[in-house]
T-cell receptor, first 113, second 115 residues
């Protein structure tokens, strides 16, 4: 079983749609959670951290369910520019002091006109 | 404007050559990382460093080596390149942020092709 699991997609949605991505992680001791965005052939870029109470940044909402070891990302009013791969990332508690991250394979999103 | 720089962006080199991929950051981050990523595949950690004179092997076995003589510089070396080394190599650095989270900043990557 992978330590961080995501549905690879692809998700094909029309502009303006709302789309949700889910992610599960295996180590309950993980404390830090993130969503990164990676465009084709580019480096990953931090989209947002995920906090226990849930957090929102514009059209993006992230939620964490520690009991189920589950993280979600909701994108509202999708734009063409949202097309990318979204990576779910958690810290490796075995490494201590938030030194290493564990990366999901990513979920591919294509927003169509 | 990038705060972490990788050179070269693209490199095509013959089998058996020695190569060094450069990575420098201007943010004063202690932690630096090298990842390998093939197209459409996941990131694999191959080396990391928690500070000067600290280097560790990552989760994916790699024939490359790294050094960390200065905080800002974390070069990766392949003594004898082989076609199996063809991949994208991404360098990253990280910090602990005051809000209780930390983020990785990635360089633009080096796309290596060994022929």
């Amino acid at each position: 079983r992978k330590e961080v699991e995501q549905d690879p997609g692809p998700f094909n949605v029309p502009e303006g749609a709302t789309v949700a991505f889910n992610c599960t992680y295996s180590n309950s001791a993980s404390q830090s959670f993130f969503w990164y965005r990676q465009d084709c052939r580019k480096e990953p870029k931090l989209l947002m951290s995920v906090y226990s109470s849930g957090n929102e940044d514009g059209r993006f909402t992230a939620q964490l369910n520690r009991a189920s070891q589950y993280i979600s990302l909701l994108i509202r009013d999708s734009k063409l520019s949202d097309s990318a791969t979204y990576l779910c990332v958690v810290n490796d508690p075995e490494a201590g002091n938030n030194r290493k991250l564990i990366w999901g394979l990513g979920t591919s999103l294509a927003v169509n006109p | 404007e990038a705060d972490i720089y990788q050179t070269p962006r693209y490199l095509v080199i013959g089998t058996g050559k020695k190569i060094t991929l450069e990575c420098s950051q201007t943010m004063g981050h202690d932690k630096m990382y090298w990842y390998q990523q093939d197209p459409g595949m996941e990131l694999h950690l191959i080396h990391y460093s928690y500070g000067v004179n600290s280097t560790e092997k990552g989760d994916l076995s790699s024939e490359s080596t790294v050094s960390r003589i200065r905080t800002e510089h974390f070069p990766l070396t392949l003594e004898s390149a082989r076609p199996s080394h063809t991949s994208q190599y991404l360098c990253a650095s990280s910090e602990w942020r005051s809000e209780g989270s930390y983020g990785y900043t990635f360089g633009s990557g080096t796309r290596l092709t060994v022929v």
